[in-house]
């Protein structure tokens, strides 16, 4: 595995060389998720991909970093609701809608087409 290098390093890296910078991160990132259990991988890359598109949404780094920040804080609150009261967490439920009769009723169809 990659060890990373001390903050020197990096900083120096970040100012010189942030192509090398962003392969380090890149490898890093791999490395540790292709050691995670193969059950929790799909959730690793797909949570990454989100940070991935935060970040590139970003006005500029400090702003990315708040993005990201704040998504971590949510997922932190979240394991914290479970842990704390997981039966109240269990009994969430969803409203969920449909799709199609929203549709037919914003072009004034009935849901048999007539």
Same mark, same amino acid.
């Given at each position: 595995?990659?060890?990373?290098?001390?903050?020197?390093?990096?900083?120096?890296?970040?100012?010189?060389?942030?192509?090398?910078?962003?392969?380090?991160?890149?490898?890093?990132?791999?490395?540790t998720?292709?050691?995670? @259990? +193969?059950?929790?991988?799909p959730?690793? #890359? $797909?949570?990454?991909?989100?940070?991935?598109?935060?970040? !590139?949404?970003? /006005?500029?780094?400090?702003?990315?970093?708040?993005?990201?920040?704040?998504?971590?804080?949510?997922?932190?609150?979240q394991?914290?609701?479970?842990?704390? @009261? +997981?039966?109240?967490?269990?009994?969430? #439920? $969803?409203?969920?809608?449909?799709?199609?009769?929203?549709? !037919?009723?914003? /072009?004034?169809?009935?849901?048999?087409?007539?």
């Amino acid at each position: 595995m990659t060890s990373l290098p001390d903050f020197d390093t990096l900083q120096r890296m970040a100012q010189s060389d942030p192509d090398a910078l962003q392969r380090l991160r890149q490898t890093l990132i791999d490395e540790t998720i292709a050691a995670a @259990d +193969p059950t929790h991988r799909p959730q690793l #890359e $797909a949570l990454q991909s989100h940070v991935d598109r935060t970040l !590139e949404r970003a /006005s500029n780094p400090c702003h990315g970093m708040i993005q990201v920040m704040g998504m971590m804080q949510e997922k932190l609150y979240q394991l914290s609701v479970v842990l704390n @009261d +997981p039966d109240a967490y269990f009994r969430q #439920e $969803a409203k969920i809608l449909s799709l199609r009769s929203g549709i !037919e009723q914003r /072009s004034g169809k009935e849901p048999n087409g007539a």
